[in-house]
């Protein structure tokens, strides 16, 4: 028997209900002092199609989704039939009999196979055909020996958020209770796992994206203007439902080019100002991009990369779009790119963002991706660190030289030129996009130019040395060191302890501020390591070039996934075993 | 009081001699200095052309973009800081091609901007190709056998996509067109001042005496608040190209209808330390 440890997957059609039952049992999990993650497949259309979501459980801390699979719900036949290899040996599928058959044998002998009219109890306890997800969720209590309150409680909160009148809230309790009745009653040998409610420390769930919104809050972000795309729309929908309480404003412009202009118009006027998009919304941004580079204008862009080229696969994950980040935009200006890898990080370095962008006036990307931005896990509030706000120097009308003219872009020891915001007498400029003197006029002369370039560049030196350094985590004495950068964070973390019971010993370095690069920290973890893999989601090793050009060094292994699925962990675990 | 002067900068302009922005730079100037506006108070934003290498003229608070997108970074200013008077300043390559989608959605959203575009029915500062309000059949270097487009229509298209205040003037006509700047920037919300322009260099066709052929000043007859009258006067079949005030009237602005900036502009909003434990409680 096995307690409070399991993975749960449940897989239909999209209008289904997947999403949303997966969340309420995540949740409810969540709310039974359990550790919770979860992760979501759909394919990008509202109905048909294949969804399916899993919530992997445990009483002690989980960082990704954790293969293989103990309990899975087939509301349809393509569950039945497409997840089988994910399946523990001693799993139980309860499959949707009004839609789905399952031939005899399908399964391996110990896994447990239970049809269920889904559609039928839904119906038959008052509710709609649409309740069947909720009671595949009463069902689920009863495999796992759960206490149906919780349930209800869930069932309660959800429908209440959705303003759902009360008579939607009894007859969804009453569709739970017959998928937990029809459990009990045919459930003919006890499942091998089972759930025990544990107290419940306040902590919290969310995905990436929240905590990405949160962070900006707590970083006085003042503006955000954007055009809705997956997977970065939710961040604009946490700020915009927020927007009244903090007093932020949140505008969906025309298209993305719009957006970041607004977004730099509101970051020159003085307020700390953000834009959100994904890999396809960012190329239509990066001249402007360049623009806030070659004006000095704070500014935070957050790209949460989905699979491409083109519109790839808008709903899966990957991590194609580093190099393109590093580079975007014609010319050379610093730029700040930083890759949180958890939600931690998420909600920390946002506002470390925001502070850099100030320091420097500079754009500072953010780069997360889908499975990040939109996987939910656990989270304590004690691992939301706050940062202090750091403004940058903005010059008020006092600190004006008198008698000569206010240099916006004076030449400075760290390249940073005290700035002016619009309305503050005596601190008329040009926000220059052409190459310009100290007095921000066009310039064209080669000393000018060269002298300008330099200033710029000397603001990135100077962030290089402000940026905090990477942490190795680990082992230091370990048989392999895993690099790797945002997302995949967690699966390496999970895979490191797995490798323990393989008595393999690895450690970690995730580079979080990937631009400027820690060149010398990199170079003496290279010089330190037994052997190094570098673990990314895509196809050409974009962080592996990425440190070849920083550093000269080349990782002995590059362990690269790109299939629009994020790494599971012991796919990490299995392909280092086998590399040693 | 500010003065035309106080608006000048030391940067001497490099317009070609007889370019009509030489009529549009000082009826700028003047119109924000009779307003009684100080030049820290005035924010301009420019697209990149001949046209919006006047950034470089004018002392105040100018924003030198890049081509096409004069109009979002201006709203962005305006609704960081609604108490600026904040003009977006483009030529009709800038303004009408590159930046189309911009000014048909500012024109919905009324955001309390004056957009001055510069249109001289020729791309300039890229050497004389056509532009989208060129007469179909010009001639230019990327058009040898005449240009197949239809011209685009810029007061029209303001009209039908929502904007509270058009108008159109004339480069060589500077008190009348200084007047029309004044009534746009006054205005609430977004207004269009689509500013015919010589182009003495490239454009050989619009000219000077061109202009006074085909334009005819709107009179005290002409009801700019009657929204049918302005869309016949936009779109009259003869070639006659109305000056002055085409429509004018009210609608609540982008701006006014945020409430988070009633009180304040968000600028001036103080950075308080968000309380989250409210938000926080939403995941537990
Ligand atoms: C993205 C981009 N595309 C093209 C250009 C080249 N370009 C500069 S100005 C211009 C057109 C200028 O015409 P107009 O806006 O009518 O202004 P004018 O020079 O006539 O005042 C073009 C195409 C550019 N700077 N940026």
Redesign the interface.
């Given at each position: 028997m096995i307690q409070n440890n399991f993975s749960w997957k449940i897989g239909g059609e999209a209008g289904y209900g997947i999403l949303s039952a997966g969340a309420m049992f995540a949740r409810a999990m969540l709310r039974a002092g359990l550790y919770v993650f979860d992760y979501a497949e759909y394919p990008s259309l509202i109905r048909g199609g294949h969804n399916t979501f899993e919530v992997s459980v445990s009483d002690r801390k989980v960082f990704a989704p954790r293969r293989p699979i103990q309990v899975l719900i087939a509301l349809n036949q393509d569950t039945v039939n497409l997840h089988t290899h994910e399946l523990a040996p001693d799993a139980a599928v309860l499959y949707n009999t009004n839609n789905a058959s399952v031939p005899g044998g399908y399964y391996g002998d110990g896994v447990t196979v239970i049809g269920v009219p889904f559609e039928d109890l839904a119906l038959a306890s008052g509710a709609e055909r649409v309740a069947r997800n909720v009671v595949a969720l009463g069902a689920t209590y009863a495999l796992l020996k759960l206490p149906i309150e919780g349930l209800f409680a869930i069932i309660e909160l959800n429908f209440t958020l959705k303003k759902k009148p009360q008579a939607i809230i009894d007859t969804n309790k009453a569709a739970a209770r017959a998928g937990f009745d029809f459990i009990n009653k045919n459930l003919s040998k006890p499942f091998n796992y089972t759930a025990k409610p544990l107290s419940n420390p306040e902590r919290m769930i969310m995905a990436g994206n929240n905590a990405i919104a949160l962070g900006a809050i707590k970083a006085g972000c003042k503006f955000l203007s954007g055009y809705p795309m997956t997977p970065a729309t939710s961040i604009m929908n946490t700020l915009a439902g927020q927007a009244q309480k903090h007093n932020l404003v949140v505008v969906q412009v025309e298209d993305e080019i719009a957006a970041i202009c607004a977004a730099i118009g509101a970051g020159y006027a003085g307020v700390r100002s953000m834009t959100v998009t994904s890999g396809g919304g960012f190329d239509l941004m990066t001249e402007a991009w360049g623009m806030a580079g070659q004006i000095e204008v704070p500014l935070v862009v957050v790209e949460a990369m989905r699979t491409g080229p083109s519109t790839g696969m808008p709903t899966w994950s990957g991590q194609d779009d580093l190099a393109m980040l590093l580079a975007a935009s014609h010319g050379e200006f610093p730029r700040i790119v930083m890759a949180p890898g958890d939600l931690e990080q998420c909600y920390f370095m946002t506002q470390e963002a925001f502070n850099l962008a100030e320091k420097y006036q500079t754009p500072v990307m953010v780069i997360t991706d889908k499975y990040l931005a939109s996987s939910h896990s656990w989270i304590e509030q004690s691992g939301f660190k706050d940062l202090p706000i750091d403004r940058g120097r903005v010059a008020a009308e006092k600190d004006l030289p008198v008698g000569t003219a206010y240099k916006r872009y004076l030449h400075t020891k760290d390249g940073v030129s005290p700035r002016t915001l619009p309305g503050t007498p005596g601190g008329e400029h040009i926000a220059n996009s052409d190459e310009h003197d100290e007095e921000s006029f066009s310039d064209e002369t080669a000393e000018e130019r060269a002298k300008m370039v330099d200033k710029r560049f000397r603001k990135f030196d100077a962030a290089a040395a402000d940026v905090p350094l990477p942490v190795l985590e680990g082992d230091s004495n370990a048989d392999i060191t895993i690099i790797g950068w945002g997302s995949t964070r967690g699966a390496i973390l999970e895979a490191i302890e797995q490798l323990k019971s393989h008595r393999i010993r690895a450690n970690y370095l995730q580079i979080k501020y990937i631009s400027p690069f820690p060149v010398e920290y990199v170079k003496s973890v290279f010089k330190k390591a037994k052997k190094i893999a570098v673990v990314e989601n895509n196809k050409t090793g974009q962080l592996a070039a990425w440190i070849r050009e920083q550093t000269g060094l080349a990782p002995d292994y590059k362990i690269l996934k790109y299939d629009g699925r994020p790494f599971f962990s012991d796919e990490i675990t299995s392909t280092i075993k086998n590399l040693l | 009081m500010a003065t035309e002067k106080d608006f000048t900068?030391?940067?001497k302009p490099t317009w070609c001699p007889g370019c009509g922005n030489y009529g549009i730079y000082p009826a700028t100037k003047r119109a924000l200095a009779e307003l009684g506006i100080?030049?820290?108070?005035a924010?301009m934003?420019f697209g990149?052309g001949c046209s919006s290498?006047g950034?470089?003229c004018y002392?105040?608070?100018?924003?030198?973009?890049?081509h096409g997108?004069s109009?979002?970074?201006?709203?962005?200013?305006?609704?960081?800081?609604h108490?600026?008077t904040v003009l977006a300043d483009s030529g009709d390559g800038d303004g009408y091609s590159e930046g189309t989608?911009?000014f048909?959605?500012a024109c919905r959203g009324n955001a309390d901007i004056t957009y001055l575009v510069h249109d001289n029915r020729m791309y300039s500062l890229t050497q004389g190709q056509t532009s989208p309000t060129s007469l179909k059949g010009t001639k230019t270097v990327t058009t040898p056998a005449g240009s197949i487009n239809e011209p685009f229509n810029p007061v029209a298209t303001a009209l039908v996509s929502g904007a509270t205040f058009v108008a159109q003037g004339f480069s060589g006509d500077i008190p009348h067109l200084a007047d029309l700047i004044k009534k746009a920037i006054q205005h609430r919300g977004f207004s269009l001042v689509n500013i015919l322009q010589v182009c003495t260099t490239y454009n050989k066709v619009n000219t000077f005496d061109w202009y006074k052929q085909h334009t005819y000043k709107l009179d005290a007859t002409y009801n700019p608040a009657d929204f049918n009258g302005a869309l016949l006067a936009a779109t009259r079949t003869d070639g006659k190209l109305p000056l002055g005030i085409l429509y004018q009237t009210k609608r609540p602005t982008y701006d006014e209808q945020?409430?988070?900036?009633k009180v304040e502009p968000?600028?001036r909003?103080p950075?308080?330390?968000?309380d989250?434990e409210?938000?926080?409680d939403s995941?537990?």
């Amino acid at each position: 028997m096995i307690q409070n440890n399991f993975s749960w997957k449940i897989g239909g059609e999209a209008g289904y209900g997947i999403l949303s039952a997966g969340a309420m049992f995540a949740r409810a999990m969540l709310r039974a002092g359990l550790y919770v993650f979860d992760y979501a497949e759909y394919p990008s259309l509202i109905r048909g199609g294949h969804n399916t979501f899993e919530v992997s459980v445990s009483d002690r801390k989980v960082f990704a989704p954790r293969r293989p699979i103990q309990v899975l719900i087939a509301l349809n036949q393509d569950t039945v039939n497409l997840h089988t290899h994910e399946l523990a040996p001693d799993a139980a599928v309860l499959y949707n009999t009004n839609n789905a058959s399952v031939p005899g044998g399908y399964y391996g002998d110990g896994v447990t196979v239970i049809g269920v009219p889904f559609e039928d109890l839904a119906l038959a306890s008052g509710a709609e055909r649409v309740a069947r997800n909720v009671v595949a969720l009463g069902a689920t209590y009863a495999l796992l020996k759960l206490p149906i309150e919780g349930l209800f409680a869930i069932i309660e909160l959800n429908f209440t958020l959705k303003k759902k009148p009360q008579a939607i809230i009894d007859t969804n309790k009453a569709a739970a209770r017959a998928g937990f009745d029809f459990i009990n009653k045919n459930l003919s040998k006890p499942f091998n796992y089972t759930a025990k409610p544990l107290s419940n420390p306040e902590r919290m769930i969310m995905a990436g994206n929240n905590a990405i919104a949160l962070g900006a809050i707590k970083a006085g972000c003042k503006f955000l203007s954007g055009y809705p795309m997956t997977p970065a729309t939710s961040i604009m929908n946490t700020l915009a439902g927020q927007a009244q309480k903090h007093n932020l404003v949140v505008v969906q412009v025309e298209d993305e080019i719009a957006a970041i202009c607004a977004a730099i118009g509101a970051g020159y006027a003085g307020v700390r100002s953000m834009t959100v998009t994904s890999g396809g919304g960012f190329d239509l941004m990066t001249e402007a991009w360049g623009m806030a580079g070659q004006i000095e204008v704070p500014l935070v862009v957050v790209e949460a990369m989905r699979t491409g080229p083109s519109t790839g696969m808008p709903t899966w994950s990957g991590q194609d779009d580093l190099a393109m980040l590093l580079a975007a935009s014609h010319g050379e200006f610093p730029r700040i790119v930083m890759a949180p890898g958890d939600l931690e990080q998420c909600y920390f370095m946002t506002q470390e963002a925001f502070n850099l962008a100030e320091k420097y006036q500079t754009p500072v990307m953010v780069i997360t991706d889908k499975y990040l931005a939109s996987s939910h896990s656990w989270i304590e509030q004690s691992g939301f660190k706050d940062l202090p706000i750091d403004r940058g120097r903005v010059a008020a009308e006092k600190d004006l030289p008198v008698g000569t003219a206010y240099k916006r872009y004076l030449h400075t020891k760290d390249g940073v030129s005290p700035r002016t915001l619009p309305g503050t007498p005596g601190g008329e400029h040009i926000a220059n996009s052409d190459e310009h003197d100290e007095e921000s006029f066009s310039d064209e002369t080669a000393e000018e130019r060269a002298k300008m370039v330099d200033k710029r560049f000397r603001k990135f030196d100077a962030a290089a040395a402000d940026v905090p350094l990477p942490v190795l985590e680990g082992d230091s004495n370990a048989d392999i060191t895993i690099i790797g950068w945002g997302s995949t964070r967690g699966a390496i973390l999970e895979a490191i302890e797995q490798l323990k019971s393989h008595r393999i010993r690895a450690n970690y370095l995730q580079i979080k501020y990937i631009s400027p690069f820690p060149v010398e920290y990199v170079k003496s973890v290279f010089k330190k390591a037994k052997k190094i893999a570098v673990v990314e989601n895509n196809k050409t090793g974009q962080l592996a070039a990425w440190i070849r050009e920083q550093t000269g060094l080349a990782p002995d292994y590059k362990i690269l996934k790109y299939d629009g699925r994020p790494f599971f962990s012991d796919e990490i675990t299995s392909t280092i075993k086998n590399l040693l | 009081m500010a003065t035309e002067k106080d608006f000048t900068s030391t940067y001497k302009p490099t317009w070609c001699p007889g370019c009509g922005n030489y009529g549009i730079y000082p009826a700028t100037k003047r119109a924000l200095a009779e307003l009684g506006i100080k030049p820290h108070e005035a924010v301009m934003v420019f697209g990149i052309g001949c046209s919006s290498n006047g950034a470089n003229c004018y002392k105040l608070y100018s924003f030198h973009s890049i081509h096409g997108r004069s109009l979002p970074v201006a709203i962005g200013v305006k609704l960081a800081n609604h108490e600026l008077t904040v003009l977006a300043d483009s030529g009709d390559g800038d303004g009408y091609s590159e930046g189309t989608n911009h000014f048909v959605h500012a024109c919905r959203g009324n955001a309390d901007i004056t957009y001055l575009v510069h249109d001289n029915r020729m791309y300039s500062l890229t050497q004389g190709q056509t532009s989208p309000t060129s007469l179909k059949g010009t001639k230019t270097v990327t058009t040898p056998a005449g240009s197949i487009n239809e011209p685009f229509n810029p007061v029209a298209t303001a009209l039908v996509s929502g904007a509270t205040f058009v108008a159109q003037g004339f480069s060589g006509d500077i008190p009348h067109l200084a007047d029309l700047i004044k009534k746009a920037i006054q205005h609430r919300g977004f207004s269009l001042v689509n500013i015919l322009q010589v182009c003495t260099t490239y454009n050989k066709v619009n000219t000077f005496d061109w202009y006074k052929q085909h334009t005819y000043k709107l009179d005290a007859t002409y009801n700019p608040a009657d929204f049918n009258g302005a869309l016949l006067a936009a779109t009259r079949t003869d070639g006659k190209l109305p000056l002055g005030i085409l429509y004018q009237t009210k609608r609540p602005t982008y701006d006014e209808q945020i409430p988070q900036i009633k009180v304040e502009p968000l600028v001036r909003q103080p950075i308080k330390v968000a309380d989250l434990e409210p938000a926080f409680d939403s995941y537990r």
